[in-house]
């Protein structure tokens, strides 16, 4: 026999709602499911429910609006909360929403029962389980088809690799040198439902210009001089897979103008061929240039930046993301502490520091090369002694990071203009400068 308590499950992903529904049935509990927060709100505003369990990352609304919402309408109603990608300030927004209990996915289900107990009975997620989320969290080493780390950054990068991994949307990905972007590119393709065919790597600025049209598209035998036999390119032995093309950037516009065919016509050409051959390949690009600055230069196509440009991912300096600095260090380290036999080398908390401090120019590759060195280096623990004074010791480098007091006064000014919608009278006043003054400086 049911007891009373309807619950209702809200999660975008299926396999997760089905797991719920089953181990909530088998604990006696009546259920209803919702995939989206507009879904979840029509059943509060006409079902009877008693505990609402909620994912927080879902497309559109997200869960925390969810919990705002019943919060405000249904404020008798307990909130438990589910995530997959955990961190302290979604607990703590979570808990200041309305939720009494935050669980982390994966889950066992006496956690899952204990959870829904606590929910029933009122008590609230305490101080004491924020900090322990938070020290599970600073422990954690995230890897993702070995994207490492443990930012925001990451869990935002992750989920789009979950959304595009299984389709052949064309992808660009965009980013300084050294962060990470072949390794996005190889976690799109065997994360997904194409894993187990091809994917083909191509460093469009390794190829001389020259050859670079013959070895994507192939050749007929005698095309040209030299061409003793007919050969595929790589595009064709990508067919079925997934085709990477590296600093896409760097390719040539004749280059360009036959990629746009292709990702139009969905067929190759080879060279000194008349017949069109239909291949299936899904394109990965990237890039550390900025392509839309290059359509304006014309440099690079607009219409194909926009083919290529159909999903598009931002790789975030690693200056940018300092959480994902000790899940490398942890990563690297085991990696090269197996490599060179030193598997119970370790580092010094005041090296972290000095190396979390660093603005790592060239990001993870130089983060890892770093690791590598400092194993190396040292014998079993890495301590302040074993870092390269360069990074140690910072100081700008070329005078075009030295400014005169005026002009670095000007920029100021600048700012704070730009901040006040160019409002000279409203800029004087938090300068503490009259307006006078104010046009004297900016002159």
């Known amino acids: 026999m049911l007891k009373k308590e309807n619950i209702l499950i809200v999660d975008d992903n299926y396999d997760m709602l089905e797991l719920l529904q089953r181990n909530l049935k088998a604990q006696n509990f009546h259920t209803y499911k919702a995939s989206s927060v507009l879904e979840a709100i029509d059943i509060l505003k006409v079902g009877s429910i008693d505990l609402l369990i909620t994912d927080l990352q879902m497309p559109g609304l997200n869960g925390i609006e969810l919990i705002k919402f019943a919060n405000e309408h249904f404020p008798d109603i307990p909130k438990l909360v589910i995530t997959g990608f955990p961190s302290v300030d979604t607990a703590v927004n979570a808990v200041k929403s309305g939720a009494l209990d935050y669980l982390v996915k994966p889950f066992t289900s006496e956690e899952l029962k204990k959870a829904i107990q606590n929910s029933f009975n009122g008590k609230n997620i305490s101080k004491k389980k924020i900090t322990q989320i938070k020290s599970n969290l600073e422990n954690k080493v995230n890897n993702y088809a070995g994207i490492v780390g443990n930012s925001e950054q990451f869990e935002n990068l992750v989920e789009v690799i979950e959304r595009v991994k299984n389709n052949k949307a064309t992808v660009l990905i965009q980013g300084e040198s ?17 894993s187990s065919n091809a994917f083909v790597t191509v460093n469009c600025g390794a190829i001389p210009e020259n050859l670079m049209e013959s070895e994507l598209f192939g050749y007929e035998k005698g095309a040209f001089t030299g061409a003793n036999e007919s050969k595929i ?3 064709q032995a990508a067919d079925g897979g997934t085709i990477f093309l590296d600093e896409i950037g760097t390719a040539p516009l004749s280059v360009q103008t036959r990629l746009l065919r292709v990702l139009q016509e969905k067929e190759v050409t080879k060279i000194g061929s008349q017949k069109a051959q239909k291949i299936d390949v899904r394109i990965i690009s990237a890039t550390n240039n900025d392509l839309y600055e290059m359509t304006k230069k014309g440099t690079f196509r607009e219409d194909l930046y926009y083919r290529l440009n159909v999903v598009s991912i931002e790789t975030k300096p690693l200056r940018e993301r300092k959480n994902d600095i000790l899940p ?7 990696k090269y502490g197996a490599e060179y036999r030193k598997e119970n080398c370790t580092i010094t908390d005041k090296a972290v520091e000095i190396l979390t401090r660093h603005s790592w120019p060239g990001n993870v590759r130089e983060l890892e090369n770093i690791i590598q060195r400092l194993i190396i280096m040292s014998d079993s623990e890495i301590d302040v002694s074993d870092i390269p004074d360069f990074l140690k010791y910072q ?25 006040v919608g160019d409002n000279k009278t409203k800029a004087a006043e938090i300068l503490q400068i009259d307006r006078k003054t104010l046009r004297q400086k900016l002159l």
């Open 233 to 235: 390119g790589l595009f």
């Open 395 to 419: 100081h700008p480098t070329g005078n075009d990071n030295l400014k005169s007091l005026k002009d670095i006064e000007k920029d100021h000014i600048l700012k704070v203009l730009h901040a």
């Open 178 to 194: 050294g962060t990470g972007k072949e390794l996005i590119a190889r976690a799109i393709h065997f994360k997904g439902s194409f």
């Open 328 to 334: 490398l260090i942890s990563t690297f380290l085991k």
